[in-house]
Antibody, heavy 116, light 112 residues
Framework: EVQLVESGGGLVQPGGSLRLSCIVS????????MSWVRQAPGKGLEWVAN????????YYVDSVKGRFTISRDNAKNSLYLQMNSLRAEDTAVYYC?????????WGQGTLVTVSS | QSALTQPASVSGSPGQSITISCTGT?????????VSWYQQHPGKAPKLMIY???KRPSGVPDRFSGSKSGNTASLTVSGLQAEDEADYYC????????????FGGGTKLTVL
């Protein structure tokens, strides 16, 4: 059974930092692109970033470039999102997803709230 | 504003068919067969329903089908059932644009 479990969300002040984690099981993690997708409260889905299977290429939506860093540890079947200089507009549920042309499997999401 | 345009809501009675459109441009939907559709129930994670325009993952009922014409993709749900009531999102690859992966704004399907 494929499972993706996110953690690390919470309440943070504007300008603060958080590191999200996603632990994966049930498929060969090192063979797949992985993505972070977020959903602001009551809003639609937004692709945030993705990373190549070997970690050699990373892509970001313009609004998070220079602030967020996606990474992975294939030995630990883990995906990460380091989020710095957080803004109110980054408030959302963050999902990790296996990505191969489509988002095939999703985690349950972790809520990030940026507020003073 | 989402890159792909979907109707905000659609509705149908049990047993009927509905179609949700997803309109993009020649840079995304019209140029790649990497259109996918997701179902999301309240408080739950999205679930892949259709990939590569018209392919169904294992376990997705054949009542769900996808198609594409020009810059517009469509999701059709036949034989509507109460459990189909959910939000539906389309997504497409957009190549060298940023972002390279785009979503529609979502459509609320109501089963009357």
């Amino acid at each position: 059974e494929v499972q993706l479990v996110e953690s690390g969300g919470g309440l943070v002040q504007p300008g603060g930092s958080l590191r999200l984690s996603c632990i994966v099981s049930g498929f060969t993690f090192s063979s797949y692109w992985m993505s972070w997708v977020r959903q602001a409260p009551g809003k639609g889905l937004e692709w945030v970033a993705n990373i190549k299977p070997d970690g050699s290429a990373k892509y970001y939506v313009d609004s998070v470039k220079g602030r967020f860093t996606i990474s992975r540890d294939n030995a630990k079947n883990s995906l990460y999102l380091q989020m710095n200089s957080l803004r109110a507009e980054d408030t959302a549920v963050y999902y990790c997803a296996q990505h191969s042309g489509s988002y095939n499997y999703w985690g349950q999401g972790t809520l990030v709230t940026v507020s003073s | 504003q989402s890159a792909l345009t979907q109707p905000a809501s659609v509705s149908g009675s049990p047993g009927q068919s509905i179609t949700i459109s997803c309109t993009g441009t020649s840079s995304d939907v019209g140029n790649y067969n990497l259109v996918s559709w997701y179902q999301q129930h309240p408080g739950k994670a999205p679930k892949l329903m259709i990939y590569e325009v018209n392919k169904r993952p294992s376990g997705v009922p054949d009542r769900f089908s996808g198609s594409k014409s020009g810059n517009t993709a469509s999701l059709t749900v036949s034989g509507l059932q109460a459990e189909d009531e959910a939000d539906y999102y389309c997504s497409s690859y957009a190549g060298s644009n940023n972002p390279p992966w785009v979503f529609g704004g979502g459509t609320k399907l109501t089963v009357l």
